[in-house]
């Protein structure tokens, strides 16, 4: 689905992402990890073209994005960005609607699709009136990833989505995010820094130091075959990973 080859970024004199390779497999979530810094949201950014390489070269679905094709294959693209990015002026239906009416949808599919995504998301129908700032936290992640999904897309990219919302709330999110994936079958990356997370929902999870790519696999495999000390430290840091692995559900 996407075919990340020896891309890399550096903004002035920091190196942000080493020339790394990566391939997305269709209908699997694939999940990017690793401490602060380490450029798990710039590889995310390089995925979407919303930043260019510096050098490599990125394909979606065998197409080398370039500056021609850009926004036509970003239009297969849904991307929730952190804390929602929800504009403050517009309601919630307008929010989510406002690339598919720029595009020329006829108002009634645009009516069918807000639907549809309500029922899909679990949101409330009286809550497509109100405004960012009348809607909790849960609720504004909810219209940022009907947005995303507006144009039903190929494939999703999230980066870190509920890292700003209260336990409880998240713990919520991450059982309906989970059954979304599942129900609709997309292929998804998101970044996270919570490896419980990572664990629950990963197909792929991608760990990533230093701008480059330390080891991939399943959770089971990082736990158990860590590729080295680095490795070995995070999981253990992250102890709620283990009570994922050994539990086999939510964190």
Request: proline share 5%; net charge negative; charged share 20%.
């Amino acid at each position: 689905m996407l075919e990340l080859t020896q891309v890399s970024r550096s903004f002035g004199g920091t190196v942000a992402v080493q020339p790394t390779s990566l391939s997305v497999r269709p209908g699997a979530t694939t999940v990017l990890i690793g401490p602060s810094g380490c450029g798990k949201s710039t590889l995310l950014r390089l995925m979407i073209y919303l930043i260019k390489p510096d050098g490599g070269s990125v394909r979606f679905e065998g197409t080398e994005f370039n500056d021609d094709d850009v926004l036509q294959l970003r239009h297969r693209m849904g991307y929730v960005i952190q804390d929602g990015g929800l504009f403050p002026h517009l309601s919630a239906a307008d929010n989510v609607a406002l690339l598919a009416r720029h595009l020329g949808w006829d108002e009634s599919r645009v009516l069918a699709r807000l639907q549809e995504l309500a029922e899909l998301t679990r949101f409330p129908a009286d809550g497509f009136a109100r405004y960012p700032a009348q809607l909790s936290g849960g609720q504004r992640q909810r219209v940022s990833l009907m947005r995303a999904l507006m144009l039903d897309p190929d494939v999703l990219l999230l980066d870190e989505p509920l890292g700003a919302l209260d336990p409880i709330v998240r713990s919520e999110l991450q059982v309906d995010l989970r059954n979304i994936f599942r129900t609709l079958n997309k292929t998804v990356v998101l970044v996270t820094h919570d490896m419980g997370e990572a664990g629950f929902f990963g197909d792929v999870i991608v760990l990533m130091r230093d701008g480059g790519i330390v080891q991939q696999g399943t959770l089971a495999q990082l736990v158990h075959e860590p590729a080295n000390e680095f490795v070995e430290r995070f999981i253990q840091a992250q102890r709620t990973a283990l009570h994922v692995l050994e539990e086999g559900n939510h964190p």
